[in-house]
């Protein structure tokens, strides 16, 4: 057998063995895994389009349908390589650090849409020329031969892209095509359209994080909705962004503000909202997830921590749901962040921010561990030193004060009468009424 039959033997039993794998993984789970994992379809496509970011913000078009999800993006086109460790799932060791995914596990996930994707758009062939591309990516089949076949006539056609018609850039270089159809036995379209509306709310509530912590994205369209993002205000250690969500005539009818506060590749996020008087106050954050990695990582809405940390450089689990604690790099990230934190509440106190119980309020675990309990002491200690209250006093003085020299009175049976009552005979600051209910929650954290 000549040496290149046999690199392509070798090559096809490696793919086999780790394609069946992750695909009987993946499908094998528990219906709370898979119905999370299927959620995430549009973080590992938007994923890999920031991969393909070269020196030109990468802009991206989501159209779903009852039965179709097509995802496309102008960023870097696929080359020889990326096709090879895409349908092999066998990558070649990455070098560019800055890199937050590949095509693998991440994006072996996807299928849990569908099991057969078209791969269409733009070849970049080795003569530095734009060629037509379009091949189907199937593993839709549960027999190994069958597969394996699937496999090879996928390597035919790469080998044989240099061979197809050249074609001129177009604003889309990269297409994937998720079609649903009646011969999937294992996703009902019930799940694909669900997977679809999930995916569509995730996107909206969390694509503002996404873009504000990169440079990587011009405008993201999914469906007939249309988001940009500008810097409002730019510091050396912070920024407030705009993130504007557009109808396709150009309507802005949305404006998410954050502020995001960055110490080397660390950075930590909360929203803001805007009063009649125009001035910042903090928004709520408590359905958020709580870690990114670049991209939000499904499933820590729950870690103790009230806003959102990023870093790229996190070491994530295999399933991109959270971070394993105990790793060097996490935990420096994680304290990190409690310095970026303590000089937010700081700020917070000196321009007298308002609503700050929104950037205190961590969800309550009851099966939390000890390294996150300790972690979660550590964030209470702060907030409860930070004089970020607005308080009242008997004489009408409404200073701002730490939940260290606040009484907090709350009787539920009648919060707003006890409160008054407290409040004429108690020499002591107390908060303000309508903030009351707000600050008891984060003191009974």
């Not at 078209?118 to 089949?141: H, M, P």
């Not at 409002?232 to 962004?241: D, L």
């Not at 675990?365 to 002491?377: A, P, T, V």
Request: charge should be negative; aromatic fraction near 12%; glycine fraction near 2%.
């Amino acid at each position: 057998m000549p040496d290149n039959d046999v690199y392509k033997q070798k090559t096809l039993d490696s793919a086999l063995n780790t394609i069946s794998e992750k695909m009987e993984a993946i499908f094998n789970d528990t219906d709370i895994n898979k119905n999370k994992n299927r959620r995430r379809w549009v973080w590992e496509l938007l994923q890999n389009a920031s991969d393909c970011y070269d020196n030109k913000p990468v802009d991206v078009c989501i159209n779903t349908t009852e039965k179709s999800v097509t995802f496309m993006h102008s960023g870097k086109c696929f080359s020889k390589e990326n096709l090879i460790d895409l349908f092999t799932q066998i990558s070649a060791k990455r070098t560019n650090e800055e890199k937050t995914g590949k095509f693998g596990t991440g994006f072996i996930s996807t299928h849990l849409l569908a099991t057969k994707v078209r791969i269409k758009g733009a070849y970049q062939s080795y003569d530095n020329k734009l060629r037509k591309l379009n091949i189907l990516l199937d593993r839709s089949s549960q027999d190994y031969n069958e597969l394996r076949n699937s496999i090879s006539i996928a390597l035919d056609n790469i080998d044989n892209l240099e061979n197809n018609e050249e074609i001129e850039k177009e604003l889309y270089n990269t297409v994937f095509e998720y079609n649903y159809d009646n011969s999937e036995i294992r996703i009902s379209k019930a799940e694909f359209q669900r997977a679809c509306s999930e995916a569509y709310a995730d996107w909206e509530s969390t694509i503002p994080f996404v873009l504000a912590f990169s440079d990587k994205f011009g405008t993201v369209k999914f469906n007939n909705i249309i988001v940009n993002k500008r810097i409002v205000r730019s510091c050396s250690n912070f920024k407030i962004i705009n993130i504007n969500f557009n109808r396709e005539n150009n309507d802005c009818f949305k404006t998410v503000s954050i502020l995001v506060k960055f110490q080397d590749s660390t950075s930590i996020a909360c929203l803001l909202g805007r009063n009649d008087n125009s001035n910042y106050y903090f928004d709520d954050m408590s359905k958020y997830p709580k870690l990114f990695c670049a991209f939000p990582l499904i499933g820590t809405e729950d870690f103790p921590f009230p806003i959102i940390i990023n870093d790229s450089s996190f070491y994530v689990t295999k399933e991109r749901d959270n971070v394993l604690i105990n790793q060097a790099c996490n935990i420096r990230i994680l304290n990190t962040a409690l310095i970026l934190y303590e000089n937010l509440l700081n700020g917070a106190a000196r321009n007298h921010v308002e609503k700050g119980f929104n950037i205190c309020q961590i969800i309550d675990d009851d099966l939390i561990d000890n390294e996150l309990l300790n972690y979660k002491k550590k964030v209470q200690n702060l907030y409860f030193q930070a004089p970020i209250i607005k308080a009242v006093t008997p004489d009408g003085d409404e200073p701002f004060c730490s939940m260290n020299n606040i009484l907090i009175p709350y009787y539920e049976q009648n919060p707003s009468g006890f409160w008054l009552l407290v409040h004429k005979t108690v020499n002591c600051p107390i908060p303000n009424e309508a903030e009351l209910i707000n600050w008891k929650k984060v003191y009974s954290l």
